[in-house]
């Protein structure tokens, strides 16, 4: 699976546990994004990957706040590594 | 334009709101993800006991939850001067063998420097402590500068060490690195990591406990095995032993009791009671011989049981005239109290049963001063109920179950009776259990006589 659907998935789990199905619908506002089916993590990326993601986390930043980077942050901690680490936006370091 | 400031007053009050929520239902979420990682290490404790593989379990769960930089379990040696890891990783983000180089903490041990030393601080006074560089843990100052860099690599911004304590005392310590300052973290995260320490410490405990309990377990096996070992040649000496004796003795009382009974022409009054005691303490060491055999036989097995018809009236009958000249001697009263009805033919070795009965009257009169000894046959259910009740020295009772063991002496015996082997009623228990019977003793205590009992089925 691309490293960018992984890290989103990651980051809409984790956002899921926080605040319910509402991470999926606020996903769906992403441009680019194009969510097919929550339950089966059914996500697809269009177009720019980093940019993508860099937009899902403003999305959850302008409504939740500060917090919520830091969320989005801590859940992708495990899947970044020194080979893919500068396909990652800035905004998640 | 009032209109315009009450709608963004308004719309900035609901972000805030929103953001109080959302910071709210990520600490629920958070307090939900640590109780699920305590259930998951808890789970691990009872999965595996294996020290080792525990903690490996227990540093994988918390690390794949919450992917510290840096996680490990170390534990303080016997001396008191190491932390030695005894499970340690750094996290996947990068490749660590490379990123580790020279100096990996994971496989070296935390030097205890002295007093005043950090390490000693979370041992002695059992709290958690915070550092900011690996290298006040590892006090090499050559490796100072390398842990330097492996923490810049890592992105480890502090570290904490929690005491693994047991019962007031410090067994190791539970090490966890941030990417933050140990100040940022909310309570709920502190209580966490705390929670995780505490699970660890008794996981470990009884991981060690458990491991201990396995080798003792395993010496004692060995121990156990040797010792059967060394009981089987002792046996096996035994009975060779007994055999080579048991054909010079006979040979020398039947020359005894020729020279006694005058074939080899009259023998002076000097020298007659001289020969005497010498049949007698011959008869006493065949005797003791035969004892010998008969255990090492039970012991190896290959005590045989040879059934044949036999009429215990008349069995009990041949003991009491062979015992009775004894009793006399004594001034004791050796009294057959016959049974009221008539008993059937029993299917029993004779030669083995008769040893038993010969046993046990020969033990009550010895152990009698005065009195009688009495021998009763009843019958009980289906087996025949044979008693041999004295007035003699009683038994205490803490001693009356321990009698039928192997080198098992009453109290008080010894002074009486110097020469006995304590393997007497361990042979009665055999031949009786041997019968498919049950043999014990009663009594009601010191001088209080006793009366050994034993059944035997008739059917």
Sequence with gaps: MDIFIQIAIKIIHEQEAIIGPIAWEEATKVSGFIIRDPKKDDVTIEGDGKLALEKLVQQYERLFGRASREVCRSAIKSLVNDSNKESIPTILF | ?459
């Design chain 2, 1 to 459: 334009m009032f209109q315009v400031l009450e709608n963004r007053t308004s719309q900035d009050g609901s972000e805030r709101i929103n953001q109080e929520l959302y910071k709210k239902n990520a600490e629920l979420a958070f307090r939900n993800k640590t109780l699920l990682l305590l259930r998951k290490l808890y789970v691990d404790t009872l999965i595996t006991s294996h020290l080792k593989d525990l903690a490996a379990r227990l540093v994988d769960s918390i690390q794949h939850e919450l992917n510290p930089a840096m996680i490990g379990i170390f534990l303080l040696s016997k001396d008191k001067k190491l932390l030695v890891p005894l499970e340690c990783k750094f996290s996947g983000l990068l490749d660590v063998n490379q990123a580790v180089g020279e100096f990996d903490p994971c496989v070296n041990p935390i030097v205890i420097t002295n007093e005043n030393s950090v390490q000693q601080k979370v041992l002695t006074q059992g709290q958690m402590l915070v550092v900011d560089n690996l290298g006040a843990l590892w006090s090499n100052p050559l490796r100072k500068q390398h842990l330097a860099i492996l923490q810049q690599k890592f992105r480890i911004i502090s570290t904490v060490l929690y005491p693994l304590n047991i019962d007031k005392k410090a067994i190791g310590v539970f090490l966890f690195s941030l990417d933050r300052p140990y100040g940022d973290l909310s309570s709920y995260e502190t209580e966490a990591l705390e929670s995780f320490s505490s699970l660890i410490a008794i996981a470990i405990d009884k991981a060690r406990v458990y491991e201990q309990v396995e080798i003792t377990n395993k010496q004692l096996e060995i121990n156990n095995q040797r010792l059967k070992q060394l009981d089987s040649a002792k046996s096996e000496f035994l009975s060779i032993a007994s055999h080579q004796l048991r054909t010079p003795l006979t040979g020398i009382k039947g020359y005894l009791s020729m020279i006694l009974e005058g074939d080899y022409g009259a023998i002076t009054p000097k020298v007659k009671p001289i020969i005497e005691e010498v049949f007698q303490n011959t008869d006493r060491l065949t005797r003791l011989v035969n004892i010998f055999l008969n255990v090492s036989r039970i012991e190896s097995g290959r005590f045989e049981i040879d059934r044949k018809d036999v009429d215990f009236v008349e069995l009990t009958e041949e003991v009491v005239r062979t015992l009775k000249l004894v009793a006399e001697q004594k001034k004791l009263e050796l009294i057959f109290h016959h049974p009221d009805k008539l008993l059937p033919m029993l299917k029993l070795d004779k030669d083995k049963i008769k040893d038993v009965l010969l046993n046990l009257v020969d033990n009550a009169i010895k152990y009698t001063s005065k009195g009688k000894i009495e021998i009763f046959l009843e019958k009980f259910g289906e087996a025949l109920k044979v008693i041999v009740k004295d007035t003699g020295i009683g038994i205490p009772k803490g001693e009356v179950r321990e009698l039928f063991k192997k080198f098992v002496r009453g109290s008080g015996i010894a002074q009486i009776n110097t020469g006995g082997s304590g393997l007497g009623l361990f042979i009665v228990k055999k031949i009786i259990e041997a019968h498919n019977g049950k043999v014990w003793a009663e009594s009601a205590g010191k001088d209080m006589g006793s009366s050994f009992i034993f059944t035997l089925p008739m059917s």
